[in-house]
């Protein structure tokens, strides 16, 4: 039962994080402080897609569920399983990845642009 939590946990904190990548920058609206989170885990982000570097949290999924006499993740990861073919056709997977990418550089720009509109009007008071 433990091993069974632990997988879905990972799998839980899995999507928590893709989802704070695709829309994490946006928090810094209101909290500027949060981009820097923000860009370390969308630069994470950024080399498990295009360098191939390993996500953690697929290796601690895959111990849980076969600790629990499950099947773990196929080798193409948690994103291919759960979401491709799911979420979005299998042939949208290139316009996803671009769909994510323009949603944080559109967060980053709102960030900069209200970050500069405070400081200015910081300095006319």
């Given amino acids: 039962m433990v091993y069974r939590i632990i997988g879905e946990g990972a799998m839980v904190l899995h999507l928590a994080f ?15 402080p949060m981009i820097w989170p923000h860009l370390a885990c969308a630069l994470y982000g950024l080399g ?3 360098i191939g570097w390993d996500c953690p949290l697929t290796h601690v999924e895959n ?5 629990a006499g499950q099947a773990g993740l196929p080798p193409e990861g948690f994103i291919e399983h759960y979401l491709t073919g799911v979420i ?7 316009t996803a990845q671009l769909l994510v990418a323009l949603s944080v550089v559109a967060s980053w720009a709102g960030a900069l642009y209200l970050q500069r509109k405070r400081k200015t009007a910081g300095n006319r008071a």
């Fill in 88 to 94: 979005y056709p299998t042939e949208h997977l290139l």
């Fill in 48 to 50: 498990i897609t295009v």
């Fill in 18 to 32: 893709l989802l704070y990548v695709a829309l994490g920058g946006y928090l810094s609206w209101r909290w500027p």
């Fill in 63 to 67: 111990w849980g569920r076969e600790q």
